[in-house]
């Protein structure tokens, strides 16, 4: 029997907020936010009916809440979540992922009940340290650990990394065969209707959603398929959108019919590492994240979770293998260790890095291996000596990016020679300045030569620059960073701009040689330019290979007044 009870919080019809909670199986309860009007989602794709980010309770003898809200939802959460259940009796919260839409309330939950556990997996755990601040109990947790609540409710969980994010896991109880999955099978979609009866109404939200967020790590999905293929399900709790039930088969399926079509359309790279070693989980996610900055899907696999039949396939279709060192002690690895090497082949880049775990494989005999087998270095080994920092994780994104366009350096030469048409070189009689980017976030710095930049807005003063997905500098540019927009002068830019030109290594200074001043928003103003600004990020728009980026412009001297800006001038619109 399912109840409904929706209260209302907000008056203004633009940014209705509303909650839902309903019985779904014995003693287990939804709570669902539902975000009507959210007409955006990250910086990837438009909604077009909104959202909702569902919670869900579980009382046997214990009690469990899976996943919290958005913080957008604190009192509208807190309080209903206080009428069903006396906090200070929860005794577990299970984090199945960590991004805020689930994980923002967690902060205001531990404050109300601090005896809570946070179950999770060891990524989750620490970017919760990372998140919250503040300490709080928990229990690290692996596929095929289980975890009982009494009542008949024991919990299994199961590993899906790269399901969007590495820390991501599924939660299946046996009592009730509900698997809760957060965003895994999820899709923006915004009713009061509880779970999936008009597939119709549906269908195209979750397709997109499958494209945006979990199409590019398809072979990550089908392994998640194959894991929970043991498991007798009779709903699926998703994090976003309606529960599924009434078609499971259907929906898993069209994950199953995507994920197999994409994993053969498109070369992967294979990244072998021991899941619970050093610090692997962070390196793997850096080069994860450089990789899908070329559009180069990953396959995980987790050396002492693994076979030799599935690492033999693997490593003989990749187009680029990543290995993180396991450690030496570790028993089996040395079959698995020998089938990488014997299926490895000249057609294939290969990148190493350590983890950090104190007792690594030596990695420089191991590379020397590689190379004796004809595979390219795609990036020098990555060697961990202390915990990562933000520039170790700049620096692993950086050799990620650097992998996948070695990976698709094929394609892209293809699409090069393409552009000879009457069409690119109209385009590229477009002309434009020349300018430097520089940006500083935190330890990290980059920079860019740019040349497709225009004024946006006059007031206030705005402007807009396309920048290439792969750029190192992209990942510095989301919405609220700061950057210089250097303005180049004509007659005195040839050396500024053969040096921005140059291919750095992945972490490496791109200011070595260049006399720069730092901005009051800490990023270096090249001394040589004509002119600079000061910008904050304001917006970003996916287009197609670029993000186009607005940004406003808060200062600004030009050093030369009658100084002329460098123009550039092109033949084709494939070239800057
Ligand atoms: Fe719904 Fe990846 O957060």
Same mark, same amino acid.
């Given at each position: 029997?399912v109840?409904l009870?929706?209260l209302?919080?907000?008056?203004?019809?633009a940014h209705?907020?509303?909650?839902?909670t309903?019985a779904?199986a014995?003693?287990?309860? #939804? $709570?669902?936010?539902?975000?009507?009007?959210r007409?955006?989602f990250?910086?990837?794709f438009?909604?077009?009916?909104?959202?909702?980010?569902? @919670?869900?309770?579980?009382?046997?003898?214990?009690t469990?809440?899976?996943?919290?809200s958005?913080?957008?939802?604190?009192?509208?959460?807190?309080a209903e979540?206080?009428? +069903? !259940?006396? =906090?200070?009796?929860?005794?577990?919260?299970?984090?199945?992922?960590?991004?805020?839409d689930?994980s923002?309330?967690?902060?205001?939950?531990l404050?109300?009940a601090?005896?809570?556990?946070?179950?999770? @997996?060891?990524v989750a755990?620490?970017?919760l340290?990372?998140?919250?601040?503040?300490?709080f &109990?928990?229990?690290? !947790?692996? @596929?095929g650990?289980r975890l009982?609540?009494?009542?008949?409710?024991?919990?299994?969980?199961?590993? #899906?990394?790269n399901l969007?994010?590495p820390?991501t896991?599924l939660?299946y109880?046996?009592?009730?065969?509900?698997?809760?999955?957060?965003d895994?099978?999820?899709l923006?979609?915004?009713d009061?209707s509880?779970y999936?009866?008009m597939?119709t109404l549906?269908e195209?939200?979750?397709?997109?959603?499958?494209?945006?967020?979990m199409?590019p790590?398809?072979?990550s999905v089908l392994a998640?398929?194959?894991?929970?293929?043991?498991?007798?399900i009779?709903?699926?709790?998703?994090g976003?959108?309606?529960?599924?039930?009434?078609?499971?088969?259907?929906?898993?399926?069209?994950y199953?019919t995507w994920?197999e079509?994409?994993?053969?359309?498109?070369p992967f790279?294979? $990244?072998?590492?021991?899941?619970e070693?050093?610090h @692997?989980?962070r390196?793997v996610?850096?080069? &994860?994240q450089?990789?899908?900055?070329t559009?180069?899907?990953?396959?995980l696999?987790?050396?002492?979770?693994t076979d030799?039949?599935?690492?033999?396939?693997?490593?003989?279709t990749?187009?680029?293998?990543?290995l993180?060192?396991?450690?030496?002690?570790?028993p089996?690895?040395?079959?698995i *260790?020998?089938t990488?090497?014997a299926?490895?082949?000249?057609?294939?880049a290969i990148?190493?890095?350590?983890t950090?775990?104190?007792?690594d494989?030596p990695i420089?005999?191991?590379?020397n291996?590689?190379?004796e *087998?004809?595979?390219e270095?795609?990036?020098?080994?990555?060697?961990?000596?202390?915990? =990562?920092?933000?520039?170790?994780?700049?620096?692993?994104?950086?050799?990620?990016t650097?992998l996948g366009?070695?990976v698709?350096?094929?394609?892209?030469q293809?699409?090069?020679?393409?552009?000879?048409?009457?069409?690119d070189? #109209?385009?590229?009689? +477009?002309?434009?300045g020349?300018y430097?980017?520089?940006a500083r976030k935190?330890?990290v710095?980059?920079?860019?030569?740019?040349?497709? !930049? $225009?004024?946006?807005s006059?007031?206030?003063?705005?402007i807009?620059?396309a920048?290439?997905?792969?750029?190192?500098?992209?990942?510095l *540019?989301?919405?609220?960073d700061?950057?210089? +927009?250097n303005?180049?002068?004509?007659?005195?830019y040839q050396r500024?701009?053969?040096?921005f030109?140059k291919r750095?290594p992945?972490g490496?200074d791109?200011?070595?040689?260049v006399?720069?001043?730092?901005?009051t928003?800490?990023s270096?103003?090249?001394?040589?330019?004509l #002119?600079?600004?000061?910008?904050t !990020?304001n917006?970003?728009?996916e287009?197609?290979?670029?993000?186009? $980026?607005?940004?406003?412009?808060?200062?600004?001297?030009v050093?030369?007044?009658n100084g002329?800006?460098?123009?550039?001038?092109r033949?084709?619109?494939?070239?800057?």
């Amino acid at each position: 029997m399912v109840s409904l009870a929706t209260l209302e919080l907000a008056s203004a019809p633009a940014h209705r907020l509303t909650l839902q909670t309903a019985a779904i199986a014995p003693d287990s309860t #939804a $709570i669902r936010c539902l975000d009507w009007d959210r007409d955006r989602f990250d910086i990837e794709f438009e909604l077009q009916n909104g959202t909702t980010y569902n @919670s869900f309770l579980i009382r046997g003898e214990k009690t469990a809440l899976i996943d919290t809200s958005h913080g957008k939802f604190k009192d509208l959460y807190l309080a209903e979540l206080q009428a +069903l !259940v006396n =906090p200070a009796e929860i005794d577990y919260l299970i984090v199945n992922h960590t991004e805020p839409d689930h994980s923002g309330l967690i902060g205001n939950l531990l404050a109300l009940a601090p005896q809570i556990t946070v179950v999770a @997996s060891k990524v989750a755990i620490q970017f919760l340290q990372n998140q919250l601040h503040r300490p709080f &109990g928990f229990q690290m !947790v692996k @596929s095929g650990d289980r975890l009982d609540l009494g009542n008949g409710h024991e919990l299994t969980f199961i590993s #899906a990394p790269n399901l969007h994010w590495p820390d991501t896991m599924l939660t299946y109880d046996g009592s009730t065969g509900v698997l809760y999955t957060c965003d895994v099978f999820g899709l923006h979609y915004c009713d009061d209707s509880l779970y999936d009866e008009m597939p119709t109404l549906l269908e195209a939200d979750f397709q997109l959603y499958y494209d945006c967020l979990m199409g590019p790590n398809a072979r990550s999905v089908l392994a998640a398929l194959k894991r929970i293929e043991p498991f007798a399900i009779g709903q699926i709790a998703t994090g976003h959108g309606p529960l599924l039930r009434h078609h499971i088969a259907d929906w898993t399926g069209r994950y199953r019919t995507w994920s197999e079509a994409q994993a053969q359309a498109e070369p992967f790279v294979a $990244i072998f590492y021991a899941g619970e070693y050093g610090h @692997s989980d962070r390196i793997v996610h850096a080069l &994860g994240q450089g990789l899908l900055k070329t559009a180069t899907a990953v396959e995980l696999v987790d050396l002492l979770d693994t076979d030799i039949p599935a690492v033999r396939e693997l490593v003989s279709t990749a187009a680029g293998l990543v290995l993180g060192m396991p450690p030496q002690t570790a028993p089996g690895l040395e079959p698995i *260790l020998s089938t990488i090497l014997a299926a490895a082949h000249p057609k294939q880049a290969i990148g190493l890095f350590e983890t950090g775990g104190g007792q690594d494989e030596p990695i420089f005999p191991l590379r020397n291996r590689f190379q004796e *087998l004809g595979l390219e270095s795609a990036f020098e080994p990555i060697l961990i000596k202390a915990t =990562p920092t933000e520039a170790t994780d700049k620096l692993c994104e950086e050799a990620g990016t650097d992998l996948g366009q070695w990976v698709n350096r094929d394609r892209t030469q293809k699409q090069g020679q393409s552009h000879n048409s009457g069409l690119d070189q #109209a385009l590229g009689r +477009l002309s434009t300045g020349l300018y430097i980017l520089t940006a500083r976030k935190g330890d990290v710095t980059s920079a860019m030569l740019a040349s497709w !930049v $225009i004024q946006a807005s006059t007031e206030p003063p705005g402007i807009a620059i396309a920048v290439a997905k792969d750029r190192a500098i992209e990942s510095l *540019l989301h919405w609220g960073d700061t950057f210089v +927009l250097n303005v180049l002068e004509e007659g005195n830019y040839q050396r500024l701009m053969k040096h921005f030109l140059k291919r750095f290594p992945p972490g490496g200074d791109r200011f070595e040689g260049v006399a720069t001043y730092a901005a009051t928003n800490g990023s270096p103003i090249l001394a040589e330019a004509l #002119a600079y600004l000061e910008c904050t !990020v304001n917006h970003r728009m996916e287009a197609a290979d670029h993000w186009m $980026i607005y940004c406003t412009a808060k200062t600004g001297r030009v050093a030369k007044p009658n100084g002329l800006t460098a123009v550039h001038h092109r033949k084709a619109s494939n070239h800057y």
